[in-house]
């Protein structure tokens, strides 16, 4: 499955959790699972992807354009760390039981883009008659300025800064280019300039203010290239300019402009994260600590020089500073904190300065007395008069809660009694905070809890129980929260408030303590649920949907079965908000309570019927009720897939059911798109679920509708970028019904069926590939993929037209997303055509390995393209012989590239496992191929093959994928080399031990690859 999501941009604050739909338990359908987090899906925001697949010509074959035979991959650091959980992907996208429906949001190419190149473009076109008639106007004297082709000196850039704020677009571009080739042409003048106009008090905030943002894009990128070509840019510029840089920035935090002093910080922060890893910039500690010791120091300069020392903390690396420049930093932003000789603005800075500076403070929190010392303060700060300043001081806690859970004991006591008194009386802000302090505990004793269960009950870490030892206070006062909730809460996803936060934290805390929090609840659900209040009613229902995942069935159930009637006739309740909690617990009951292959299930023969009705009803409620009601559709459906016999039961509704979410789907009263994106994901699932055997004509009926749904988007009218963007996410979410269709078809060997659609379907997505949205693209894929793999060998009278497509999505860097799809298809193309593939290999494996040697592409594809390679060998056997001379070294730079990765963190761990077993895939799938002919190619390369699974299976980091496909390839390397490798297994005899270990196994499939490959190595070693 593939999904994406954003991640927390700078750490400006702790975020609360945030979660879309009501009471934190709306499910975000719009990432294809209607999944739940904590109460329900955190909110994250779909990755923009704003590059589509290529429009250009296919690239030039592999053959007609030689490739150099030699290559290391290219997998850059900076590449690390996805701007949303890389995506993995199965070998085979298709018959899959899983899938992500993308519909974030994209940045559409706007009119108003558009028009601003045609103006910049009519302005260079008309010359000096055009310049004759703008001289009448101020502003044209501006322009004409701006297309002066000299570099703008000290007199005109701050008239070129204005006119690059301009409400005229033709201004605005003619300026902003002229910016863009002045920073590009002359970058040290480009500093100079740009520095003197922000340090300058008399020029005008609005130029100084882009003189601040102009310098420190200039200085970073999010792109990890464009932030290296930028670090590089800065460290070649004369010692002597970048001094007097500096100087300026350091000047400029004591002018008395807000906005300067504030630019002039961040600019600071990213000098200082290009220079200080590299032992540069010694003085500028120093230099911002003297400004908070100056006798005369006006407060404005102390916090502007907090403000720096918090985004420098913010922006390096705790080993990058000495711990006796840690003691000062943190010395002085205590200090900054001290409310009797500091300004509030200044403690307020100094507050998110120890915020940023925690991660530093390692070293002193082991210190009883220096720990004791900063608890002190900052609980201190949580119960001063600004409500601002104490929210930062309660992030701080957060934070605290997170980094040092296990030095947090002496001080639970007092932290209870703020964080309950902030969550009860204080302003909503702070409450958050408050409430966010339990949540974070809450994941931190989860942790433990996972960690123990994966290690057999071993655990290194300290629980002190936390949550378990306040669990008779903190569980009153967060039933109290519940009872907070605002009218509109139900109108806005974007909605967070007190009630919700304290809902998410209850929920929590279930998970945690599990069986005990059910009797502290239920007091509190059975004296509100029946109230007129409708807060009343309304909190108690959230409670129990809380505390539905974490305690134990035999717990719940019959809570679960004495309340059920209640909880289905509370769907016609007055009140809306009432209707919406109820709704979305239900569909927790369907989640957690309803498991038919497991034994248990709050469903009946009896109560289904009735069920079914008043879902069916209840979806036509207002919109954020029916999203709920999709929901608890689509776990109700979800209970039954896999169930064998016991899915039939839902054969009967499913006529009514598919209408009911087609017409859910088409509601116009609703302008939130999740509704629609709610109804197919759940109508998927429907599909995935259903007995085929006895719903193959309504499925039939369902792919005809789809694909005409799909034909109709064509006749859109497209008036505006929104338009435009919800036409691609319709034909996104409409190509992903469509796939599961074919899936389930596949999956039962519905293949007439397939055939009978499979041109109308291959004429709809290639159509997609037309529109300008890497969203739809990707999922147009993903139904050819299933396509291809439904229909085999039949597939190929697509591939004249769909190889072009293909190739152009493998090379569709900027759209990862759709990239790493399209290498899936590969693999399933392979698999349909076999050898009718061969045709179209030197383009497909040309774009490969140009994916693989380029650093801009994502590093999460390149382990499925390794894998994808060794499919293409095994498909085409002996064919794949001239490929070889470009392949192996790309083999085996990305075998060395596993040797010597810094494994930082898990996650550097788990890459380097998934390319550990994409090489072991690839070199399979090559020897596998040349097996029956041209085996001794391979000859050459076994040497080092073999070394390098020796290295692997030797390193217990691994993990057991590793170990599977690396004894797998051991095997097939005997197996296709057979006696011309004798020697390797006779002067190494790691694999006997190893395989050994392997026999043992609880793995059964392990057990059987191992017992196989040794019977294989024994036949050579008598060979």
Not at 951 to 957: E, Q
Request: net charge negative; glycine share 4%.
């Amino acid at each position: 499955m593939l999904s994406a999501s954003a991640r927390r941009g700078p750490r400006e604050a702790t975020p609360v959790r945030h979660v879309t739909g009501h009471r934190g338990g709306g499910r975000d359908c719009v990432h294809g699972v209607l999944s739940h987090s904590r109460l329900g899906t955190i909110y994250t925001a779909r990755a923009q992807r704003s590059s589509p697949v290529s429009t250009r010509p296919p690239p030039v074959s592999l053959l007609s354009s030689p490739l150099p035979t030699q290559f290391e991959i290219q997998i850059s650091p900076q590449n690390q760390t996805p701007t949303s959980p890389s995506p993995s992907h199965p070998r085979s996208l298709a018959p899959s039981p899983d899938r992500s429906v993308p519909t974030g949001r994209r940045s559409p190419i706007t009119r108003t883009t558009i028009a601003i190149a045609a103006a910049a473009a009519a302005a260079r076109s008309q010359g000096d008659k055009e310049e004759r008639r703008l001289r009448g106007s101020r502003r044209s004297q501006a322009a004409l300025v701006l297309e002066d082709s000299r570099f703008p000196n000290t007199m005109d850039i701050t008239q070129i800064l204005l006119a690059a704020q301009s409400h005229d677009s033709q201004i605005r571009t003619v300026a902003e280019g002229n910016l863009k080739q002045f920073q590009e042409q002359n970058f040290p003048h480009f500093l100079q300039t740009l520095s003197n106009e922000l340090s300058n008090d008399e020029k005008p905030p609005e130029s100084r203010r882009l003189a601040g943002i102009l310098l420190k894009n200039s200085l970073d990128a999010k792109d990890s290239n464009r932030k290296e070509e930028f670090t590089q840019r800065w460290i070649n510029v004369d010692p002597t300019i970048k001094s007097q840089f500096k100087g300026s920035l350091l000047i400029t935090l004591g002018s008395p402009a807000f906005e300067a002093r504030r630019s002039s910080s961040q600019v600071i922060a990213k000098v200082a994260a290009i220079e200080i890893p590299h032992q540069g910039w010694p003085e500028l500690i120093v230099n911002l600590l003297s400004n908070m010791t100056k006798p005369d120091a006006p407060p404005s300069l102390k916090q502007a020089t907090l403000d720096a020392l918090g985004y420098v903390c913010e922006e390096i690396c705790p080993e990058d500073l000495e711990q006796d420049q840690v003691n000062a930093v943190l010395t002085a932003v205590v200090q900054g904190m001290n409310h009797v000789e500091n300004s509030s603005d200044v403690r307020l800075a100094a507050v998110r300065a120890l915020y940023n500076a925690l991660d530093f403070a390692e070293t002193n929190f082991q210190n009883e007395l220096e720990r004791n010392y900063i608890m002190k303060v900052v609980c201190e700060t949580s119960m001063c008069k600004e409500a601002d300043i104490r929210k930062a001081a309660f992030e701080c806690l957060v934070s605290i809660a997170s980094t040092y859970y296990d030095l947090l004991e002496p001080y639970m006591q007092t932290l209870f009694e703020l964080t309950a008194n902030a969550a009860r009386v204080d302003e909503e802000p702070v409450a958050l905070q408050a409430i966010e302090f339990w949540s974070t505990i809450c994941d931190e004793e989860i942790a433990m809890q996972e960690n123990s269960q994966e290690s057999g009950g071993v655990n290194s870490s300290c629980h002190f129980h936390f949550i378990e030892k306040a669990l008779p206070l903190l569980v009153p006062m967060l039933l109290e929260t519940l009872m907070k909730q605002e009218e509109d809460q139900d109108q806005d996803d974007g909605i967070w408030n007190i009630s919700m936060s304290g809902g998410t934290c209850l929920g929590l805390v279930a998970r945690v303590v599990k069986d005990a929090v059910v009797p502290l609840v239920m007091p509190f659900i059975e004296g509100s649920i029946t109230k007129t209040d409708w807060h009343s009613r309304e909190a108690a229902t959230f409670a129990f949907g809380s505390i539905l995942e974490g305690p134990s069935v035999e717990k719940l159930a019959p809570l679960v079965n004495a309340g059920f009637d209640f909880l289905l006739s509370a769907t016609k309740d007055q009140n809306n908000h009432v209707r919406d909690t109820t709704a979305w617990t239900l569909s927790r009951i369907f989640e957690f309570l309803h498991s038919p292959t497991n034994g248990f299930s709050v469903m009946t023969n009896a109560n289904l019927p009735r069920v079914i009705e008043i879902l069916l009803a209840s979806i036509k409620d207002t919109p954020n009720v029916s999203e709920k009601i999709c929901g608890a559709l689509y776990f109700l459906a979800q209970g039954y897939e896999d169930a064998g016999s016991m899915s039939s039961v839902l054969t009967p509704y499913l006529g009514e059911i598919i209408s009911a979410l087609l017409a859910t789907a088409d509601r116009s009263d609703s302008n939130n798109s999740k509704l629609c994106a709610c109804a197919y994901e759940t109508l998927n699932e429907i599909v995935r679920s259903s007995c085929i055997a006895e719903t193959l004509n309504i499925t039939i009926q369902l792919l005809q509708e789809i694909l005409r749904r799909l034909n109709q988007t064509f006749e859109i009218q497209i008036t505006s970028s929104d338009d435009k963007e919800k036409q691609s996410d319709l034909q996104a979410l409409l190509c992903g019904v469509a796939q599961v269709i074919l899936q389930k078809f596949s999956s039962f060997n519905e293949k007439p069926a397939i055939l009978h659609f499979a041109d109308q379907m291959m004429v709809l997505f290639l159509r997609v590939f037309s529109c300008n949205s890497s969203n739809v693209h990707e999922e147009a894929m993903l139904a050819i993929g299933a396509l291809a793999y439904a229909t085999g060998p039949e597939f190929a009278k697509y591939m004249p037209e769909f190889h072009k497509y293909l190739e152009m999505g493998l090379q569709n860097f900027g759209a990862y997303q759709v990239c790493c799809v399209s290498v899936g298809v590969v693999g399933d193309i392979c698999h349909a055509l076999d050898n009718k593939v061969l045709p179209y290999c030197d383009g497909i494996l040309a774009a490969l390995l140009k994916d693989l040697s380029s650093p801009e592409l994502h590093r999460s594809v390149k382990p499925p393209i390794l894998s994808c390679i060794g499919d293409i060998a095994l498909t085409i056997g002996e064919h794949f012989e001239k490929y070889v001379p470009y392949t192996m070294p790309i083999l085996q730079g990305a075998a060395e590239l596993c040797s010597r990765m810094d494994l930082l963190d898990d996650d550097s761990i788990e890459y380097q496992n998934e390319l550990r077993r994409s090489i072991f895939e690839a070199y399979s799938g090559i020897l596998q191929g040349f097996k029956n002919s041209k085996s001794e190619l391979m000859v050459p390369y076994a040497s080092h093959i073999f070394e390098f699974v020796e290295l692997v299976l030797k390193d217990n980091s691994r993990d057991e994928s590793v170990t599977k496909a690396g004894v797998a390839m051991v095997g097939d390397l005997a197996d296709a080399l057979g006696p011309n490798i004798k020697l390797l297994f006779r002067n190494s005899n790691f694999h006997s031990e190893l395989l050994g270990q392997c026999c043992l196994s609880d793995d059964e499939q392990l057990r059987e690859t191992a017992s196989w490959v040794q019977g294989v190595i024994t036949r050579v070693l008598v060979s």
